[in-house]
């Protein structure tokens, strides 16, 4: 772990064998338990206030997509979210992945509407791939189940490694892909994957909610996807910790 995290007050936590080897051969793994029952009720009751809220804004700061409820740079749009980025057992997971300083990359929201959310194929880090060295890590806060039928992330496992150009391999990146898994589980769990990975949303064919909070990390000599230093707030700015503004790089 980055000896600056500990030093800041971050509580030691340690992935399994079995969650560390996910990680390192499948390119994913799956937190339980992690949003308790009250923390879950105030993230989706936050999570609906501000779509409604922000309207046909919502989601501007990074992107809107048809027929998905989008939410960005939620760092600055309520306390409650202040634990995502801050999560003792996810940070591991990412120091894990990225072996080297990191910062938070955004914090998203995606729920997609029936018969909505089919994406490409792709990758989180669309630089140079080197053997072994990442620089992305995703998280998937779920705040409803995710299943196989209401647009739960796919991923072909192992896939951060391979240095491949994926246009070149699928002609059609929306199609399923022979090696696809669905990262399915209960809500309050949060699934971490590796930026690398060839992932994406599916269509959500039941209709049933999907929300979900992406907690995203880059390492720390990149730039961010929101700029927390242009984007923060002063209420932000006087809520946060040392380890918040470490983890923000604010």
Known sequence: MDPRLTELGLLA????????LQLDEQGFTILPGII????????????????????????????Q??????LADLVNKGEMFDGIYQQPLLLAAVWHVLQRPFKLHSINGHDP??????????????GARDPGVFHVVNSMW?????????????????SQHNAASLAELMDDRTAP??????????????????????????????GA???????????????????????????????????GRYVLDV
């Not at 936590?13 to 560390?20: F, S, V, Y």
Request: contains cysteine.
């Open 36 to 63: 308790g029952a009250e923390w879950l009720a105030q993230l989706r009751q936050g999570f609906d206030d501000i779509y409604c809220t922000e309207g046909g804004e919502a989601g501007k700061e990074v992107a």
């Open 113 to 126: 509407l029936m018969g909505y959310g089919q994406q490409a194929l792709h990758a989180d880090w669309g």
């Open 142 to 158: 779920m705040l409803d189940d995710m299943t196989a039928d209401n647009g739960a992330t796919r991923l072909v496992p192992g």
């Open 209 to 243: 909610p999907r929300r979900v909070l992406h907690g995203a990390f880059i390492a720390r000599e990149h730039k961010q996807q929101t700029d927390q230093r242009a984007h923060l707030r002063p209420e932000t700015d006087a809520r946060l910790s040392p380890l």
């Open 65 to 70: 997509v048809e027929g998905v409820r989008r």
């Open 177 to 206: 892909h022979p090696d696809e898994v669905r990262l399915t589980a209960p809500a309050g769990s949060v699934g971490v994957f590796n930026g690398s990975a060839w992932h994406s949303c599916t269509e959500n064919r039941s």
């Open 13 to 20: 936590a340690d992935l399994t064998a079995a969650q560390r």
